[in-house]
């Protein structure tokens, strides 16, 4: 997927999860944003989405069902510690339907409503305090702060010439 990002001319992507996970992950790779290259040869700069070693093992906690699942004061402290600890800033996520505690709720396997529907009701609480708990900002900005983007480009301009025109 990364070579078609490339190909359209995005400039960064933020897809990648360092976590092994039955129906996503790439366990091996980097936890800090930097330049990756595409299978097609092209570069992008990848900003994974955020991990924190526990026991030695790589915790997602990036925001998402990990951000309803796991209590609150643990995503704060993986999350201040990827900041402090890490010298990193961190992704977070979250699925607009994460914070309808009103939504429909469907039959489906106790695993699918375990991973979708658990906290809903909390999930928005948790997102206030959050935004007043961290300092947050643009991916681009932070990117550009990373010296992983040129901070005098106009946004959306293209780093491909070929592709200066879409």
């Known amino acids: 997927a990364l070579d078609i990002?490339?190909?359209?001319?995005?400039?960064?992507?933020?897809s990648i999860?360092?976590?092994a996970h039955d129906r996503y992950g790439i366990p091996g790779?980097?936890?800090?944003?930097?330049t990756v290259q595409a299978p097609n040869g092209r570069s992008i700069v990848e900003f994974p989405l955020s991990t924190r070693r526990v026991l030695g093992v790589r915790v997602p906690v990036s925001g998402g069902g990990y951000f309803r699942l796991l209590p609150y004061w643990f995503t704060r402290w993986a999350l201040a510690g990827i900041n402090a600890a890490d010298d990193l800033p961190f992704i977070f996520y979250?699925?607009?339907?994460?914070?309808?505690a009103g939504q429909p709720r469907f039959r489906a396997s106790w695993l699918s409503?375990?991973?979708h529907y658990t906290n809903l009701d909390v999930c928005q609480a948790r997102l206030a305090r959050l935004i007043k708990d961290f300092k947050f900002g643009r991916v681009v900005d932070v990117l550009r702060g990373l010296d992983l983007?040129?901070?005098?480009?106009?946004?959306?301009?293209?780093?491909?010439?070929?592709?200066?025109?879409?």
């Open 149 to 166: 983007l040129p901070k005098d480009r106009a946004p959306g301009a293209s780093l491909d010439p070929a592709l200066s025109n879409v």
């Open 113 to 115: 409503r375990f991973r």
């Open 29 to 34: 790779a980097s936890t800090r944003p930097g």
């Open 5 to 14: 990002l490339c190909e359209l001319g995005f400039e960064y992507d933020s």
């Open 94 to 100: 979250l699925h607009p339907w994460e914070i309808d």
């Open 17 to 19: 999860f360092p976590i």
